[in-house]
């Protein structure tokens, strides 16, 4: 009787090719380990505490494992366990009457020690733990031959690919090759008939398996068409409870000799047939013929595979190198790199350039750079990178120092880097990039005074003294003192204004606050607030009675005759003034109010007088708990809600995150915004604790909802100070994730106000960080409303800032504006934050952020905040603008260009409501005098002089700027012709100025 050989002898072929080359390796790794000194002092304990383990087996795995008619534990892996635990001296209880299915269950739920023989997958590993293997096979692909060449996966697309229930390869598959239709069968043996008798196109199998089953069940007609990249590597595994075991097994493992690893082998994968032919004979001439041909067509695809592998790393490799020459190019950095073990430098030309040098000056010796740096800054500097390299590359390297310039001038740099170590911890290299941050800083610095000072008295202004109050008030209440608000006003002063002018006001202005300043002490603090309003703080105070003093000598000093051109003007001041600490802890805010209330007092009781608060009689702190009860009552009754406002990314439209913001549905008022209910309440630290608990439940349990409807989104929530600075507030955090286990860190962001983040720095800033150590991410929003200092921001923890929407909204129509934005996105990038703009209002809006280098926005012209059942389909709706995909970041120094832009925009603004006769005042009209006619003559770069439209740009200045002064000092009746005449001229100059700030 003759028999097919076709899958029985191929499989064995290529399984004791295999076996052969896993035995060689073992050899390698294998040292025979005498066990008995191998083990730890814990691990021999830990086996002493355990006698017993109970194991689960495969019970229908032939060759490896199964149980036999006679209720026999059989198989290699059998063999290898009984090793196991003859070497170990315990007793393995094997669990016989479970399915594998159930086996993996019983695993999951820790009611099992051990598992005999699994394959590793990521799916497993989350409950067990796995030797090394003991034995590895590959895996096949076996069909009928009646379907052409199938020698790989990728060839088996659209087909179906029988798999056994609960194996590896299924789920690997599921992962790897989505598109294969699997037919799930019970064991191999179904598998086998299934690809006989065409229900499978293939089985994909071990190929140990597959040689024992086509001999056991004498289905020998099939073939081995090829092999799958997988391999079965068969290791003990035990539960995640029990890590030691790991340890222990692995040692047990490795004491079996090679030679008995190799009788197992060959006993269970011997060579067994009855034929009517010789097999010996067969088998002989076969085995070197097939191994010869399995091994030139093995390493034919291999070697083509590793070319094809290079050819595309090299390609990528290439790739890489273009994009990254564009990254630095584009981001003007100068890159360094310094030979640690030779003190050499590689100093890039934008390095150079940088320094105002020609490209080559610079010696490329760390020396020299060291003689740049600033006498005071070299030790601060040495001492960063030292830090940095004792933390053997841990982080990055990032310092700020100053280095000298060609012309004598310093420069302010920040630089970033990153180290290369030597396997014994050697630092070999340092590399990376310098920024120069002079521009920011001097352009922050400027802005910080210019925003925090008056212009007029050169006093600290609301926003200023709102920080110095909070200090003060914070060290008082350390020290055990007090401190005494003033709020002073000038009397009558809106008839001095109306009678004198102006002009009159500011010298009563002027005057007041110097003689202010020369009454109160150093320690104290005098500030205007804004019109007639000034405020003294007054700190170091023991008692009530000791501001007394300073109140009678202003009330003295400030009544006076002033005099101007010519013009005797009399002037006093009525004077609040309120205490600090209080019964409650109440926030600066409501102190200024109600030193405020104290002053109107004293105008009520006939002015020229100082009244104190009384607090037991303020109807506002009644206002105020009505206010907060109104609002508790509203939170029973549901009537607070959340309302949800998109971010997007302008570059490619793409919805980024939402930002969760509060509203009241009134019954009798409506919708209500935050800023029309919040104020009266907000400095009330156990009610904005209480809300702010609301609003994380809820929008914790919305973004859950989204999540499990498929939506992947991020969502902003924002806290108040008080939030921030209780101790547990990141504790109170982790407890809510795992009350929404769906919701993961990294898709929460905390928005905090600038003002806020500032109030008990330190407190704070801890907070911000263990609540970043979660996952989470932090926010600044309404950056440039309360002008933090540099030294703040770089060491407070945050990811992202938020443009105060009040300066995104004025961009286009005030230089100030437009200049605050591009200081606020320099220094985000300064400080490798993301930054997002509020209050994107329209195209035009989006098309200037984007030039200026920022991408992520949110506001009107995107979406205005909605209800939560309005976001999903809003956001499959959402096309954006397909003119922002377009924009790309434009050259620091075409920037100006922006400027001079929104400049000219205003000029024809002035001059369109002059031709309205909405306003008296006649706009400059010589093309000299105006911004961009100043950039035309003196300002332009020789590169920007050499453009092709520069000439046209100045020409057609020219004749603009020649007929407006023609025109519209006597403009007539054909002001609309006129008008329409000098915007088509603007348009132009507009057009060209485009031109320019495109170009790099």
């Keep these: 009787m003759k028999k097919s050989f076709s899958i029985y002898t191929i499989s064995i072929l290529v399984l004791f090719f295999f076996l052969n080359v896993a035995s060689a390796n073992d050899e390698l790794i294998t040292k025979n380990l005498d066990l008995t000194k191998a083990l730890t002092a814990q691990e021999s304990a830990w086996l002493l505490s355990h006698p ?20 026999n534990y059989k198989g290699l892996t059998a063999d290898y366990i009984a090793l196991v635990e003859k070497y170990l001296g315990v007793k393995i209880e094997i669990v016989k009457d479970k399915s594998w299915a159930q086996i993996l269950e019983m695993a999951k739920r820790g009611e099992i020690d051990m598992i005999s023989d699994a394959v590793k997958t990521l799916n497993r ?108 590597k068969h290791s003990i595994a035990a539960s995640i409870h029990h890590p030691e075991l790991i340890s222990i097994l692995n040692k047990a493992l490795d004491s079996i000799p090679i030679n008995k690893r190799k009788e197992i082998t060959y006993h269970w994968f011997s060579l067994d047939i009855e034929n009517t032919i010789h097999p010996e004979k067969v088998l002989k001439y076969s085995l070197v013929i097939v191994i010869f041909i399995f091994i030139i067509l093995y390493w034919n695809r291999r ?30 950095d100068g890159l360094w790199d310094w030979n640690l073990q030779t ?34 800054d070299k030790d601060k500097a040495l001492k960063v990178v030292q830090e940095y390299l004792d933390a053997k590359g841990n982080g ?61 008295t050169n006093l600290p202004n609301r926003f200023l003294l709102s ?98 051109d010519e013009k005797q003007m009399n002037v006093s001041v009525s004077i609040g003034v309120t205490l600090y600490p209080q019964i409650d802890d109440i926030g600066n805010e409501v102190l200024l109010r109600q030193a405020d209330q104290a002053m109107y007092h004293a105008k009520l009781l006939g002015k020229n007088q100082y009244q104190f608060f009384d607090l037991g009689a303020s109807e506002e702190l009644k206002e105020q708990q009505k206010h907060i009860l109104n609002l508790r009552e509203a939170i029973k009754k549901g009537q607070l809600v959340l309302y949800y406002q998109p971010k997007i990314d ?68 924002n806290v108040s100070a008080y939030e921030v600075q209780q101790q547990n507030f990141s504790t109170y955090l982790q407890e809510l994730f795992k009350k929404y286990p769906d919701i993961k860190p990294n898709t929460i962001e905390l928005e905090l106000l600038e003002t806020a983040a500032f109030d008990n720095f330190e407190l704070t800033s801890n907070t911000l960080r263990e609540c970043q150590e979660l996952g989470v991410s932090i926010a600044i929003d309404d950056f440039g409303t309360g002008y933090a200092s540099l030294n703040y921001l770089k060491e407070l923890p945050m990811d992202t800032l938020k443009i105060d929407k009040s300066f995104v909204i004025d961009l286009l ?50 979406a205005k905040a909605m209800p939560a059942q309005d976001i999903i389909d809003w956001i499959h709706s959402y096309k954006g603008f397909a003119s922002w995909e377009l924009i790309e970041p434009i050259n620091v120094d075409n920037r100006i260009l922006l400027h001079l832009a929104i400049e000219h925009r205003n000029w024809i603004n002035s001059i369109e409501l002059f031709l309205q006769n909405k306003t008296s005042i006649l706009p400059a009209l010589s093309s000299e005098h105006c911004k961009l006619g100043e950039w035309l003559l003196n300002g332009a770069s020789k590169e920007q002089h050499s453009h092709p439209d520069f000439e046209s740009l100045n020409k057609l200045h020219v004749v603009l700027h020649d007929y407006t002064a023609e025109v519209l000092p006597f403009s007539g009746n054909n002001k609309a012709q006129e008008l329409k005449k000098i915007k088509e001229l603007n348009d132009e100059i507009l057009q060209i100025l485009e031109v320019l700030i495109k170009k790099d």
């Design 343 to 376: 003190d050499d430098v590689m100093l890039s030309e934008r390095f150079e350039i940088m320094l105002g040098y020609s490209p080559g000056d610079l010696p490329q010796y760390i020396d020299f750079w060291f003689e740049l740096l600033h006498p005071e």
């Design 467 to 564: 920080e110095l109050l909070t200090l003060a008030m914070n060290k008082v209440k350390r020290n055990d003192q007090h401190l005494a608000l003033l709020f002073i006003d000038i009397d009558g002063f809106k008839e001095i204004n109306d009678n004198y002018g102006y002009d009159a006001g500011n010298k009563i202005l002027s005057t007041m606050a110097m003689r202010m300043h020369n009454i109160v002490r150093k320690s104290d603090t005098v500030s205007r607030l804004g019109g007639d309003e000034f405020v003294i703080v007054a700190t170091d105070l023991k008692n009530k009675n000791e501001i007394i003093p300073m109140l009678e000598r202003l009330l003295s000093e400030l009544y006076s005759n002033i005099s101007y």
């Design 303 to 332: 070697l083509s595979r590793e070319i094809k592998k290079t050819k595309e790393f090299e390609h990528s490799l290439e790739e890489e190198r273009n994009r990254f020459a564009l990254a630095i190019e584009g981001a003007q």
């Design 52 to 71: 017993v383990l109970k194991m689960g087996i495969d019970r229908d795995f032939a060759p490896y494992e199964w149980i036999d008619s006679n209720g």
């Design 813 to 862: 129509n005030t230089s100030k504006s437009l200049s605050i934005v591009e200081a606020a996105i320099g220094l985000a990038h300064a400080f490798n934050c993301k930054v997002v703009a509020e209050g994107v209002e329209s195209e035009e809006h989006g098309k200037i952020l984007l030039q200026l280098g920022c991408d992520i926005a949110q506001g009107y012209a995107i």
């Design 125 to 232: 590993e989350k409950y067990l733990i796995f030797t090394k293997p003991f034995i590895s096979t590959p895996i096949v692909i076996v069909d009928n031959g009646q379907l052409g060449y199938l020698d790989t996966l990728e060839r088996l697309e659209g087909k179906t690919v029988a798999v056994e229930k609960g194996y590896f390869i299924s789920e690997l598959l599921s992962r790897d090759y989505p598109n294969l239709h699997q037919l799930v069968v019970k064991n191999v043996h179904e598998a086998l008939k299934a690809v006989l008798n065409g229900n499978a196109d293939v089985y994909l199998g071990d190929a140990g398996l597959v040689s024992y089953a086509s001999r056991s069940s004498g289905i020998l007609s099939l073939h081995i068409s090829g092999q799958t990249p997988y391999m079965s």
């Design 396 to 456: 990055t390297y990032e310092g700020t120092f100053r280095l000298r310039a060609k012309d004598g001038s310093w420069r302010l740099i920040l630089g970033r880097g990153k180290a290369q170590f030597a396997t014994d911890g050697t630092p070999l290299r340092l590399v990376g990039f310098i920024t120069d941050i002079s521009h920011q800083i001097e352009f922050q610095e400027k802005l910080e005074h210019t925003a925090k000072h008056d212009s007029l």
């Design 650 to 717: 302008m570059t490619n439209n793409q919805v980024l995150g939402l930002e969760a913001l509060l509203r009241w549905n009134d019954p009798i008022n409506g919708l209500l915004y935050p800023d029309s209910f919040l104020p009266l309440v907000e400095h009330e630290a156990s009610f904005m604790i209480d809300l702010g608990q609301w609003v994380f439940e809820n929008a914790f349990s919305q973004l859950e909802a989204w999540h499990l409807q498929g939506l992947d989104i991020t969502l902003s929530i």
